[in-house]
Structures are given as C-alpha cells and as structure tokens.
C-alpha cells in the first residue's frame, strides 16, 4: 500500500479515508509505527508548510488534525498494549496557552507501550496543574510540550514552580515539540528532549535506569 495516499488523506482533511486506508493496511500487516512516521506525520508536515505559504488557514489544518487523530486512535490499541504497570507513571500535556497535542499524545502512547502508566492532560494545561497531577499520580515522568515559539516560555514556568514546590528532585521533566531545542531545554532546566516520540521513550527508560522497551508492533 502507499503510504503516500494516507499522507494525501492527512492533507485534504479526510478522516473517513484515513481511517480505512490504515484500517486496510494494518489488516495487510504494515506496522503501527510505518504507519505514523511514514504517512501521518508528513501529511501533517505539508499542512504545516502550506499554511507558511498561505495556501492553508486555520480551517484546513483543523481538519487535517482532525483526519490525523481519527486514524491514530485505530492505532492506538496497537502502541499501547497492555503492559502498564502500577509502578511506572507519567504525565502528559502540553503547556498553557498552547493548543497542539497530537506530538505529545503520541509520546504518550509510546510511553504506555513501554509500561508506563500515562495521565494526558491534554493541551493548554497551567503549570499547577501539571505538577498537581505529578504528586496526585506519584508520576516519575512529567513530559511538557510546546509547538509555538510564543509558548515555549511556559516550559521554563513549569519547571520553575516545580523547583518553588520542591518537587523539582522527585520528577524527571522532559520538554519536545518542534520550537524546542537541546539547547534550550538545558538552560530552562529540563532533563533532556529528543525530536520524537521513539527516542522520547528510550531516553526516558535509559535515565530511569530501566531495561530496553519491548519492541512495539502491529501484531
Ligand atoms: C495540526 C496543527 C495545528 C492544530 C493543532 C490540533 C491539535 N489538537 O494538536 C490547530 C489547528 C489547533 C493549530 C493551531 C495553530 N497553529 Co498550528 N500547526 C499544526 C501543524 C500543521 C501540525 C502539528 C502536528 O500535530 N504535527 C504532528 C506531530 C506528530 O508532530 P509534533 O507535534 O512535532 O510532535 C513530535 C515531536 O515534536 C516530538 N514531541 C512533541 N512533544 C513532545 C514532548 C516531549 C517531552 C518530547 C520528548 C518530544 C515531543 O514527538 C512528537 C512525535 O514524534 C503544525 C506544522 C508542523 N508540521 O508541525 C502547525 C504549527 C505548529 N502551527 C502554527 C501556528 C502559527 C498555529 C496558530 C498560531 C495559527 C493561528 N493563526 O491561529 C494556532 C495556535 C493555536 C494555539 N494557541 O495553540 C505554526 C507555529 C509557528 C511558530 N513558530 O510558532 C506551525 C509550525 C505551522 C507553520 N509552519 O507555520 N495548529
């Protein structure tokens, strides 16, 4: 199958289509993983020029997250499996003001594919908010997102409260989204980025001192 037609359906918006392609496709055997980084994710990547260009507005990359969302919840089941344990726990979000949550979900996922108990909050969430969620839930891993250059400040204000609360030696705190640098998330504090959601996960098991992931697959 082409990959390339599910990142057309991503483009135009087409949830109905996305969603039978990677029902189709995953039924043919492709992996779960393939899937999301060969087809949906650059779909999502030619969205995000073409609204640069101005050929795309707000409608248009609405529906394409829309078409994305549908087709990663097929998928979903496939990443997350069933190995979470009462031990492992993370909380997920993007931080306020800030209203992209597909990445971060997606860390959240493969998070739980690896044994983590995930807590998403979702987007636009306040940073009391995040750290309440961290102390009520006992979470190791507290992972921040920011796409929006006006927005990554409020990383930085997350682990400043965290620092106020004394809570800051309790939790590792990750940042990642497109704006967010290496650079950038050692000034502000945080424990370290990756620029996706495979090497977010291996980066949080080899810091928590955890043995390699079990391998995640469509079957
Ligand atoms: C979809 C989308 C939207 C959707 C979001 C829907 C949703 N529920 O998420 C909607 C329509 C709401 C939206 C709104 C806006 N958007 Co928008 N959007 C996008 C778009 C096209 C795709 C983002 C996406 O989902 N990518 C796919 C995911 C899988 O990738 P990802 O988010 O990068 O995540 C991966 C990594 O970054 C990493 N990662 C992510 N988080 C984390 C966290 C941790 C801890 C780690 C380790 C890793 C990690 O792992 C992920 C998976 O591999 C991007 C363009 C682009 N190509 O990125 C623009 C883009 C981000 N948007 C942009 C803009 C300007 C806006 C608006 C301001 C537009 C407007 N005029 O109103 C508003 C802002 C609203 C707000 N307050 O947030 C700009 C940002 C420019 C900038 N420099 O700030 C972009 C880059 C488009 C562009 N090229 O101009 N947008």
């Keep these: 199958m082409d990959l390339n037609e599910l990142s057309q359906y991503v483009i135009d918006g087409d949830g109905a289509a996305a969603v039978d392609w990677t029902e189709r496709a995953l039924a043919d055997g492709m992996d779960a993983l393939t899937i999301i980084n060969e087809g949906l994710i650059p779909g999502m990547d030619v969205v995000g020029e073409r609204f640069q260009q101005r050929e795309f507005f707000m409608p248009e990359m609405l529906v394409a997250a829309r078409a994305m969302k549908a087709a990663m919840a097929i998928v979903k089941p496939l990443l997350t499996g069933d190995r979470a344990s009462s031990e492992l726990r993370a909380v997920t979000g993007t931080v306020q003001g800030d209203l992209h949550d597909i990445g971060v979900s997606l860390v959240g996922m493969m998070l739980e594919g690896a044994g983590f108990e995930v807590t998403h909050l979702g ?45 800051r030696d309790q939790v590792k705190i990750y940042v990642g989204g ?7 998330a050692t000034e502000i504090g945080a424990d370290g980025t990756t620029g996706d959601a495979g090497s977010a996960v291996q980066m949080v098991r080899e810091q928590l001192g955890l043995a390699a992931a079990p391998s995640t697959s469509s079957g």
Aim: proline fraction near 8%; charge should be negative; charged fraction near 25%.
């Design 178 to 184: 497109a704006p967010v640098t290496s650079e950038f």
């Design 123 to 167: 987007p636009d969430v306040p940073p009391d908010e995040f750290l309440k969620t961290v102390e009520e839930q006992g979470a190791q891993v507290l992972c921040l997102s920011a796409m929006l250059t006006t927005t990554i400040k409020n990383m930085k204000v997350t682990i400043d409260r965290a620092v106020e609360l004394e809570m």
